[in-house]
């Protein structure tokens, strides 16, 4: 597999706080990770940190066979670095399509396609960001984010607080969008069992630290250390 994106031993923070410590990881193109831990483990630092939304500290970042430590975080979007933060920050006074169009760069992922795996945006097309289920605004996050054509796609807890019967429907197209093999999808969240299924590796965080590195199969058969790290309820 082409390597896309590698950090090693990278340490970075908040000011003089240091939250991720000597992190490596390496994703090649198409690829899928689940990043796991509980919560405050330091998965959301760790995607800004890709974005440069934090204070990097020490260590490497490579992206495409560059380094992207020193490319600002104004321009890690154009480079192919696609976020859907925690928050779904959509424009709530733009209509879905304007939230859409606004983003927008050349690609594979345009309107149409876009609209062909979220048919629900189609039907909300002119309505407010604002006006939007959480569901909703979760799937223009997503959609939006498509609409920039990245080649690594991050998402953070993507079906954090959603219900059960649109949490399987944003799975089935996390699965379509890792099954598209047109980009990476690094995906966080905090129960396991619902992302192992679907993406190649796994890394899981503990106080910001890489406990485990390796394939989805092999964490997703291992209770004893899902509990540990994960807790009940993770598989
Ligand atoms: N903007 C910030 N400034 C200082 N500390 C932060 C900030 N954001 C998060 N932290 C701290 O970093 C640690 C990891 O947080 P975070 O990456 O959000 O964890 P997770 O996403 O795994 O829940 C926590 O101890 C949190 O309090
Ligand atoms: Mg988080």
Redesign the pocket.
């Known amino acids: 597999m082409t390597e896309l994106l590698a950090l090693e031993n990278v340490w970075a ?3 003089d ?1 240091v ?1 991720l410590e000597d992190i490596s990881l390496s994703l090649g193109e198409a690829d899928s990770m689940a990043l796991l ?10 995607l ?1 940190t890709l974005m440069g939304a934090t204070r990097f500290k020490s260590g490497r970042m490579r992206y495409r066979g560059q380094d992207l430590a020193v490319v600002p975080a104004h321009g890690r979007a154009r480079l192919g670095l696609g976020w859907v933060p ?1 928050e779904r920050d959509i424009f709530p006074s733009l209509t879905v399509e304007e939230n859409l169009t606004v983003v927008a760069q050349p690609g594979n992922w345009d309107l149409k396609r876009v609209y062909d795996l979220f048919p629900r945006l189609r039907e909300r097309r002119s309505n407010m960001g604002n006006q939007l289920s959480g569901g909703e605004q979760q799937m223009l996050a997503m959609a939006r984010a498509l609409m920039l054509n990245p080649k690594v796609l991050l998402l ?1 807890e993507p079906l954090e607080g959603l219900a059960p019967l649109i949490v399987q429907d944003l799975l089935r197209i996390i699965g379509q969008m890792v099954g598209s093999g047109e980009m990476a999808v690094i995906l ?1 969240e905090q129960h396991a069992h619902q992302i192992l299924p679907l993406t190649r590796q796994a890394l899981v ?1 503990e106080r ?1 630290r890489v406990v485990f590195s390796g394939a989805s199969d092999t964490l997703r058969d291992d209770l004893t250390q899902l509990d540990k790290w994960l807790g009940v309820g993770a598989h």
């Open positions: 923070g908040y000011g706080a939250i831990g509980r919560n405050g483990m330091g998965k959301t630092t760790l800004s925690q953070d966080v965080l910001g």
